[in-house]
């Protein structure tokens, strides 16, 4: 029993050693910056200021295919920095983001590791967190999470808004 499972862990193993020399390598995009501004009225959430957002998103997209040429995954090493600022008391905060989202494209699921959002307040430290691993089987759907996830379970401009009015 012990050769045979030694033979068929073999030949699997020449199979993805031979699958790999036949696929097509992938395809690296430019690093594309996109700065960005709006603001977010803090009215629904009972504070009578808006939130101020000034950031700059980064993103290098890779493209994986299958032997055929088919595209089979799209990875997303993405980030941003931004500052969130109160516009009555102008207290601003840093917000920012560093993650890897995966779509299968065979699976058709989504997958995000890293910091998915992290605000800090200088004088109290993270005020919202969300990091980790979590996997969406459809566009909002998770499937499975690991890690903290406040914004996943709530709302970010809430969040951001009484963050800023702390």
Request: glycine share 10%; proline share 4%; hydrophobic share 40%.
């Amino acid at each position: 029993m012990k050769r045979i499972t030694c033979t068929i862990a073999s030949l699997v193993g020449a199979l993805v050693v031979a699958a790999g020399a036949a696929a097509t390598p992938p395809a690296n995009g430019s690093t594309q910056v996109i700065p960005y501004a709006f603001s977010v009225a803090c009215a629904p959430y009972g504070f009578a200021f808006s939130n101020v957002v000034q950031g700059v998103e980064t993103d290098r997209f890779q493209t994986f295919y299958d032997a055929n040429g088919v595209p089979v995954k799209l990875v997303d090493h993405g980030q941003f920095t931004e500052t969130d600022t109160n516009s009555v008391t102008k207290k601003v905060l840093g917000f920012s983001q560093s993650w890897i989202q995966t779509f299968d494209l065979v699976a058709g699921t989504r997958t995000v590791v890293g910091k998915e959002f992290v605000m800090t307040d200088p004088g109290k430290g993270i005020v919202i967190h969300d990091t980790g691993r979590t996997v969406f089987d459809a566009p909002d759907l998770v499937a499975f999470e690991a890690g903290h996830h406040q914004v996943l379970h709530g709302d970010i401009d809430q969040l951001a808004c009484t963050a800023l009015n702390g």
